[in-house]
């Protein structure tokens, strides 16, 4: 009997799985997907230093989300839950990036219980995020323009009189 109570399971039946949705520079969505009933959740967000949280399945459901530090905890008051069959954003998370450079955050410790306050299995899906600053050209005039720059690393060029990208103007 697996962990789900299935006889010769593998466990996937009732374990719930979080990813990462879209990632900007400051900004990130997490993903679930659970085939159960949720009561809360806790994980942390590597690397990062976390900020609001807002929206998603979580806010649908009434759940109130805190951040602290790189960790997200999210239960009701009232009982409610997210219930089974659910996926997509579970929340929406800002955040600041504590290294310089770009670096690779994850979701870890992940914690997710029931209804009922008992732990769920949980994993992480899917693959870790490259966050912080990424240098490039950030003026959307130039030639040379990096729309996934978020720091201008003052290589913005021109085309100049032959039709070539002329690096880097002042």
């Known amino acids: 009997v697996d962990e789900c109570g299935e006889c010769g399971g593998d466990g ?10 879209n ?6 969505e997490i993903l679930m997907e659970t085939p159960v009933d949720v009561g809360g959740f806790q994980f942390n967000v590597s690397q ?17 989300v805190s951040t602290g530090g790189s960790t997200v905890i999210g239960f009701s008051l009232t009982g409610t839950i997210i219930p089974g069959g659910s996926s997509g954003v579970l929340t929406n ?6 290294y310089p450079g770009e670096t690779t955050s994850c979701i870890e410790n992940i914690v997710i219980s029931d209804p009922n306050g008992s732990a769920l299995p949980s994993v992480f899906s899917g693959d870790c995020v490259a966050v912080g600053t990424t240098a490039g050209c950030t003026d959307s005039e130039a030639c040379n323009y990096d729309p996934f720059a978020n720091s201008d690393n003052g290589t913005c060029g021109l085309i100049d009189d032959c039709g070539d990208c002329q690096q880097a103007y002042i």
């Open 12 to 21: 996937s039946a009732c374990t719930v799985s979080l990813s990462f949705g």
């Open 23 to 28: 990632v900007t520079f400051d900004t990130m």
């Open 48 to 64: 990062v230093t976390l900020g609001q949280a807002s929206g998603g399945l979580a806010a649908e459901a009434g759940f109130t």
């Open 93 to 98: 998370l800002e955040y600041v990036c504590d």
